[in-house]
């Protein structure tokens, strides 16, 4: 598994108010606020593993990271001394539907600030 998916792009002057709006639309509800950072979350573990993502503005760049959280696999690879979170990228069944899911709405983010989509 690999851990949480990254990207860095330019962030322009009303990075929060897009951000706000697009975590308003895609229903994640914000877990976590900072003068320059946001964490929003969507899910309970109890139905689909939850999905994560930060968004951090580092001077005229913003770093976004997202992830699942804790489904039963994930909590299984806790017995390897792995986190137990994986990144949205495709690719095997480990989380695989929330992963989509995550991998969809975060794309949605990604295409306000015409960046390219994670695949």
């Known amino acids: 598994m690999k851990g949480r998916t990254v990207r860095e792009f330019p962030a322009n002057a009303d990075l929060w ?6 975590a308003a639309k895609n229903r994640f ?3 976590h606020q900072e003068v320059n950072r946001r964490v929003y979350r969507k899910g309970h573990w109890m139905l689909m593993a939850p999905a994560w993502v930060e968004i951090r503005r580092e001077g005229q760049r913003a770093i976004l990271e ?14 390897s001394g792995k986190k137990s979170e994986t990144g949205i990228e495709s690719g095997g069944i480990t989380a695989a539907v929330p992963r989509r899911k ?6 949605r983010l990604l295409a306000l600030f015409d960046q390219k989509p994670i695949v």
Request: aromatic share 14%.
């Open 17 to 22: 108010p897009q951000v706000e709006a697009w």
């Open 29 to 31: 509800a914000l877990d």
């Open 66 to 79: 997202a992830w699942i959280n804790a489904d039963l696999f994930l909590i299984l690879s806790l017995f």
């Open 102 to 107: 995550t991998r969809e709405a975060v794309n």
